[in-house]
């Protein structure tokens, strides 16, 4: 396995201990500008070479990647100059993609990795620049032109840097240094069951905006019935800029000027002839922001979600969650979390029109733009989480400071997005007086950001009581500042209970929803032993799905389940040479979407509680 030697410490040194929130750009794909999508050069960079010299001070000429200079030309006029890199002539890879699949030899790597791309622009008089990333893992540093543009750490959610005096008419040369080295007091941390996708994983763009523009444009149907409208603008011009916003299929038009930091609150009641978004009926509006020269857009569908005891009510119905967990990794023998909208949609098809789902786990991790939005299309509630995983270093302010950023960086970017009904904290993380304060306040921001939606987190449960009395709860300390009771149970996989003993393991009855977030078996896709039913056999899973649901149908409280998980997924963790050979075996369907026998058993049960507890 190739792997840098040194620790990402000297990488990440120059990141502040609070990762500073920048330019939300909301609907970036829409705007004016151009997508870097396509051929970038790379080059790998294990012992950091680029950033650091061989003293560990600044790195030597020959050595720096990002330097805006043609090495073959350099090394004409100068034969004796010595350069160790020629970006112009690396290897090349389509991006957004991971370099795990770039060449063989990458498979395993884990580091830093030197991306460029030349382009020609032609920036637009009076226009802002910016250079917006959906997702680089882990750590970027982005240099245009030769500069040091800025900074970001966190896998998995949109950051973008302003550029306009650097961005050149004609030729650009934009790199990205990319490390994917995780780190103790990383979120999420060194130690995951899943594949650490290094590189730019999702699209890079250039955009152009005016020079006062909407940042931020937060539409919803809040909690008093009300169309709401929250928006941030940027720009000189902000303070007292007049701003509308107009939904013209409801003849709807809030109005008003932004406040001194150039933000603007609105309200009306919805008009009677709302149509609620809902899975059954996933109705979205066209809404259009108008601040100054800038005109913004967005596809919203309004709906309210809350708990009402033990019940989760969608536009105050109450409904049950048939849902699945999914990680971001597409169908295929060699997936390389390369999201377009069309693998994206043959993933959320195959859970909605195959399994019957109308709820999603988007585990563990922020997932894609295209997803959520697809998942509007679709009518598909979701739950969205950040990577607060495991053994995150709950006692670390600096930690805290990345979960925090990550957070608000994914709410800020997804609040338009009806689908989404929950936002989690965190994963089956270890009870402690440092993780309940570090969880409190990720619950807390999470509440002063988004007062429309609930609040979750995966737990973990205990056995207490003897005999007849034994009963499973959840007693995490957590449970009274969460909306939604959230718990991962696998008795039957791991542990020491047999299947036969599953369907009578009693869970205690809790005041608020609980939701079984995940629960599952591994199975080789066409492994059968009918006669032994041994683990990692189609035979096992589908009985182990059988016997679990059995469980669920007589837990009380129970408002809904997303099984663990739609499709195996690569996981370096898991090793067996003959069953699992680097992937996580739990999939309802393969790597290469072949449905397994559990597959038509939990249809089979989502289509009878369809009929029990429809859509509305």
Known sequence: MIRSILTATAFTAALTASQALGQVLTRADLRDGQSLTGAWTYSIDPYRDGLLGFHRGEAGVGHRRYEDSDVDAVTRAAPTALYEYDMQRSAVADLPSSWLTHAPQLRHYQGLVWYQRRFAAAPPAGQRAFLRFEAANYTARVYLNGKLVGQHEGGFTPFAFEVTNLIRAGENNLTVGVDSTPTPEG????????????????????????????????????????????????????????????????????????????????????????????????????????????????????????????????????????????????????????????????LLTEARDGLGVNFVRLAHYPHSEITTRLADEMGLLVWSEIPVYWLVDFANPRTLSLARAMLAENIRRDRNRASIVFWSVANETPVSEPRNRFLGALIDDVRALDDTRLVTAALLSNRVGRGAERRTVIDDPLGPKLDVLAVNTYSGWYGDDTLDQVPDIRWAATDKPLVFSEFGADAKAGFHDPQLQRKFSEDFQARYYRQTLAMVDKAPSVAGMSPWVLKDFRAPRRQHPVHQQGWNRKGLISPTGERKAAFEVLAAYYRSRAVTSPDH
Do not use: C
């Open 187 to 346: 979120v999420p941390p060194p130690v995951t069951d899943w594949e650490n996708y290094g590189g730019l994983t999702r699209p890079v763009r250039l955009v152009y905006a005016p020079a006062t523009f909407v940042d931020e444009a937060w539409v919803r149907l809040d909690r008093q019935g009300r169309i709401a409208a929250d928006i941030k603008l940027n720009g000189a011009q902000a303070t007292g800029s007049p701003i509308q916003v107009r939904i013209p299929a409801l003849g709807l038009t809030l109005s008003g000027k932004a406040d001194a930091d150039g933000a603007w609150k609105g309200a009306a009641s919805a008009p009677r002839g709302l149509k609620r978004w809902s899975p059954k009926s996933p109705t979205l509006y066209e809404v259009e922001v108008t601040a100054g020269a800038d005109r913004l857009r967005d596809r919203v569908g309004f709906r309210t979600i809350e708990v009402k005891g033990s019940k989760i009510l969608l536009n105050g119905s109450p409904i049950f969650l048939r849902g699945i967990s999914m990680h971001e990794e597409e169908i295929g023998e060699e997936p390389s979390r390369i999201i377009t909208e069309a693998s994206a949609r043959a």
